[in-house]
């Protein structure tokens, strides 16, 4: 059985602050991981990809994959109020597998 | 920028009936997707479709439901005999390539109620 395990929060930061989320998941066959952003009663947008271990930026968002420890995480910098929304991790073994998504962390950026 | 359509945005049906859940991948995405988030739940997967066939799916995607391409535009997810429990938004994704590694973007979403 895959698992992708998210902390579901709230997680509260303050506006302009780092936000720092994290996700482990169970199959060590995952190639491919994902966050997407969800607003409440909307679908999944993507954010960012990353496929190798590392960091990898894209303006205030940074993922960073640890294969060997089975964790992904998602920084994102100079926090917006727009920045919340639900942020859901999602994994799979590359090409057209389904993905197999966390429960999500509820992210909160106080004004 | 492109994007995945589905229609209707709400669809509201009785116990029994069945429905046809419709989606409009992006123009030059080969694969396609479906899944389900019931309300308060996560997302899951339910399907993927490549070539005219699936390519994979889940536990959840039994006999009740039914996938087609019915021509070159649209894509379609059918639910047989509906249940109460089928009341989820039902999400359908397109992605490039099943090659490699594409990520999968993800239309507006069709909420389903059975009553």
């Known amino acids: 059985q895959k698992e992708v395990e998210q902390n579901s929060g709230p997680l509260s930061v303050p506006e302009g602050a780092i936000a720092s989320l994290n996700c482990t998941y169970s199959d060590r066959g995952s190639q491919s991981f994902f966050w997407y952003r969800q607003y409440s009663g909307k679908s999944p947008e993507l954010i960012m990809s990353i496929y190798s271990n590392g960091d990898k930026e894209d303006g205030r968002f940074t993922a960073q994959l640890n294969k060997a420890s089975q964790y992904v995480s998602l920084l994102i910098r100079d926090s917006q109020p727009s920045d919340s929304a639900t942020y859901l991790c999602?994994?799979?073994?590359?090409?057209?597998?389904?993905?197999?998504f966390g429960k999500g962390t509820h992210l909160i950026i106080q004004p | 920028e492109p994007e995945v359509t589905q229609t209707p945005s709400h669809q509201v049906t009785q116990m029994g009936q069945e429905v046809i859940l419709r989606c409009v991948p992006i123009s030059n995405h080969l694969y396609f997707y479906w899944y389900r988030q019931i309300l308060g739940q996560k997302v899951e997967f339910l399907v993927s479709f490549y070539n005219n066939e699936i390519s994979e799916k889940s536990e959840i995607f039994d006999d009740q439901f039914s996938v087609e391409r019915p021509d070159g535009s649209n894509f379609t997810l059918k639910i047989r005999s509906t249940k109460l429990e089928d009341s989820a938004m039902y999400f359908c994704?397109?992605?490039?390539?099943?090659?490699?590694?594409?990520?999968?973007?993800f239309g507006d979403g069709t909420r389903l109620s059975i009553l």
């Open positions: 999602a994994v799979n073994e590359g090409g057209a597998d389904g993905l197999t």
């Open positions: 994704a397109s992605s490039r390539v099943g090659q490699g590694n594409q990520p999968q973007h």
